[in-house]
């Protein structure tokens, strides 16, 4: 992905995912298989070399592709490590970004692993109730849960975390739920990333239709602003440099990139092999 100050892989970690969550493309797939550390650090390694022969440099990974990292653990965990290796592309720790779900035994796990890369958590609603619609995982791991991991991998890292939240119209992104947002997450040392939704042919129909009709940009800055207020207990708007409230923004899109496209679909071949692999066994 390219952005105006960095050049950023977005790599996976399984081909599918196991997860389920109802607005992602990936979820709605299925699990196939976790991704060997080989091949997760494979992805990074080709985008760096192309972009060698460009004249430009690798800044950024985050494993936000298909799958849950924090479900390959242990591949996550080596893949990271060889990414950050002085003697390999030599990403630094605090470029890479983890995106999970919420899986709470892990993330504390990676709390204790000494690490400084960044937690991106996929919340995207401010209620058990209203969550556990779009991401099956709460409930397993409800909000209390999931937020006591946070704050814990917080203070044993040093490191602000980043909370994903898909703009569904209608549903999540109105200024009542921007300040619910603001409510939950008052007081955690964090940074809120607002993502205007795709939406997925898995998607139920209504639910579909109001995120094809998207917000406009100055309605996700209201949400924005709001989320801010709230989480910094003020009831009107301060400035977002101000040091004792999280930060809210709007996910800019990167540049388009054709490599996207064929990452995908290489992951979607292994998958599909799989599975007719075990179509002809039975």
Avoid at 10 to 18: D, E, K, L, M, V
């Amino acid at each position: 992905m390219r952005y105006e100050k960095r050049r950023t892989a977005c790599i996976s970690t399984q081909a599918g995912c196991a997860m389920g969550c109802v607005f992602c493309a990936t979820g709605q797939m299925g699990f196939a298989r976790h991704l060997t550390p080989g091949e997760i650090v494979a992805q990074p390694v080709a985008i760096a070399r192309r972009l060698e022969a460009e004249g430009e440099r690798l800044s950024n990974v985050v494993l936000m592709g298909m799958g849950e990292p924090l479900h390959n653990y242990d591949a996550t965990l080596q893949a990271i490590r060889a990414l950050t290796d002085p003697d390999g592309l030599g990403i630094g720790q605090r470029h890479i970004t983890v995106s999970t779900v919420g899986l709470v035994p892990a993330i504390r796990r990676l709390a204790g692993e000494g690490l400084q890369v960044t937690l991106a958590v996929s919340l995207h609603a401010a209620t058990d109730a209203e969550r556990a619609k779009l991401l099956p995982v709460n409930r397993r791991y409800p909000l209390g849960a999931l937020l006591a991991a946070v704050r814990d991998y917080s203070e044993k890292t040093g490191r602000r975390v980043t909370f994903e939240w898909a703009l569904i119209q209608g549903e999540n992104d109105t200024p009542e739920q921007a300040h619910a947002l603001g409510r939950l997450l008052k007081g955690l040392l964090c940074h809120v990333n607002l993502i205007p939704l795709n939406p997925t042919g898995g998607m139920p129909a209504a639910r579909r239709r109001r995120s094809a009709s998207r917000p406009s940009r100055k309605s996700w800055r209201a949400t924005a602003s709001a989320a801010r207020c709230a989480c910094a207990g003020a009831s009107t708007f301060r400035p977002a440099a101000a040091s004792s409230r999280p930060k809210c923004c709007v996910r800019k899109p990167p540049q388009p990139d054709s490599r996207v496209k064929g990452a995908r679909a290489f992951l979607m071949y292994h998958k599909v092999r799989k599975q007719r692999g075990a179509t002809k066994d039975s």
